[in-house]
């Protein structure tokens, strides 16, 4: 690997960008190639070479990244596995949670996900899916953005007040997702009140053009909102039929209420919980 020499010049690209920023780009890039030469990464993160050798210098001394020096190219390093695999222990989706949400894709022939209220935040943490009902694009493990576009969204923000909804929202109007993305606060908290009320919340066309999507909430044992199950389909699927596709996502959500209610009490007392 090259060594950079003196100090790095002055970059376009770098302007109001932190190290830290600046630093995880790389991992993404390289992340998101499978692999990349210094090279690539300074043209995928518009960042000059001695700013990508001197951080990857970093990463590597840190085992964030490996040099494969046959190939002259890096790849993500061992220690990423071990912050995921904190991560994913953290969230605490078990084995039975994740079979719950892959019965509902079986049963109801669509797309299903769960997702975990974290902070603010309800963020995506399993998905089920199939090539024949493939899950929405970009709703993968991670994905935590457009709530008031999103069933899983509206159901974190249905049991907020207006106060802390107004500090989660975008100011109006709200970006635009889809053709029926709702862009007035007004008009989104109007529809919270039947989403809180019913602890179902659908979104016909706002997330995606063609695509509908409806969520049910996860409560723990005091009431206290956990996640939410939800599935999405094309909008003809879900056409008819919402009455049953209704009850399915609350049985579902029923149970995997019980389950992480279930694996609360055992950590109270003290159980090792393994998948």
């Keep these: 690997m090259p060594t950079p020499g003196g100090r790095d010049a002055a970059a376009p690209a770098e302007a109001g960008r932190g190290s830290v920023a600046r630093t995880l780009d790389i991992l993404e890039a390289v992340s998101a190639r499978g692999g990349a030469s210094a090279k690539e990464i300074s043209t995928a993160t518009g960042l000059p070479l001695p700013t990508v050798y001197r951080l990857v210098r970093e990463l590597l001394d840190g085992d964030y990244l490996v040099h494969i020096k046959d190939e002259q190219r890096f790849e993500l390093g061992y220690k990423l596995h071990a912050l995921g695999v904190s991560l994913h222990e953290q969230i605490g989706v078990s084995r039975e949670v994740r079979a719950e949400v892959s019965a509902l894709h079986q049963q109801l022939g669509a797309a299903a996900y769960l997702a975990v209220h974290r902070g603010s935040q309800i963020v995506v943490v399993f998905t089920a899916d199939s090539p024949a009902h493939p899950r929405l694009d970009p709703l993968e493990f991670g994905y935590h953005e457009a709530a008031h576009a999103t069933a899983l969204g509206k159901i974190l923000l249905a049991g907020m007040d207006e106060e802390q909804r107004l500090r989660h929202l975008d100011p109006e109007p709200l970006p635009r ?51 939410s199950v939800a599935i999405s389909a094309p909008d003809q699927q879900l056409a008819h039929g919402r009455a049953e596709v209704e009850r399915a996502l609350r049985e579902c959500a029923s149970r995997v209420s019980r389950h992480y209610r279930a694996s609360t009490r055992r950590a109270r007392h003290g159980r090792v919980i393994t998948d």
Excluded: M
Aim: aromatic share 10%; net charge negative.
């Design 177 to 227: 997702y889809g053709p029926g993305t709702i862009t007035s606060h007004r008009e989104l908290f109007d529809q919270l009140v039947a989403v809180a009320d019913r602890g179902v919340a659908w979104e016909f066309g706002e997330f995606q053009a063609g695509a509908t999507c409806v969520a049910a909430a996860i409560r723990g044992a005091t009431g206290q909102l956990i996640g």
